[in-house]
Structures are given as C-alpha cells and as structure tokens.
C-alpha cells in the first residue's frame, strides 16, 4: 500500500494498492501474477472543460479519471546444472 499527497492541498490524494504472487508448479517453473489499483484524486494539470469525442480518440485531450487498475500473469522456466557452484564457484563466494 501507498500514497502521495501534495504539501499543500490536502484535497487531492493519492493510493494505490499492489499485489504479487509467484508460485512454484514444477521444478523450474513458476507461474507470477500481480495486480494493481490507483485512487486517482492528482489530476489538477487537465482542463476543467469537455472534451469532445474526436479530441479523446486522438488522443489530443485526456479525461478526468478517478482510478486506474491493471493486471500481470507470467509464466517462468529456470533451468541450469545441478553442479552450478562447480561449474561457477563465485555463485556461493568461493
């Protein structure tokens, strides 16, 4: 969990949320997943009017938004030797 505020206006927080998880299938591989969440309150830089269709498709003008989320799933494989501080010692620090 997290947070920002500006100093001096205490009408526009900020939070987010974060999640992660990684769990092991098999040897050597591994699924990840993580997911985030963002309280948007910041945004005082964007203009107070409307935007019109054309000018959001364009991407010439952005809106207002009070949340942002998103979400992240992988899949991992590691291999290598079983001898791995023979092959390379300073893995272990000898």
């Given at each position: 969990m997290g947070g920002t505020?500006?100093?001096n206006d205490t009408r526009h927080p900020n939070a987010d949320v974060t999640g992660n998880v990684e769990v092991r299938i098999a040897r050597g591989l591994s699924l990840s997943a993580?997911?985030?969440?963002?309280?948007v309150r910041s945004q005082?830089?964007?203009s107070a009017?409307?935007?019109?269709?054309a000018e959001v498709l364009l991407q010439l003008r952005q809106l207002r938004t009070a949340y942002q989320y998103s979400?992240?799933?992988g899949l991992s494989?590691?291999?290598?030797s079983v001898y791995n501080s023979?092959?390379?010692?300073r893995l272990w620090g000898g």
């Open positions: 505020q500006y100093w993580s997911a985030s969440y963002n309280f005082r830089f964007l009017s409307d935007a019109s269709d979400g992240r799933l494989y590691t291999f290598g023979v092959v390379n010692p």
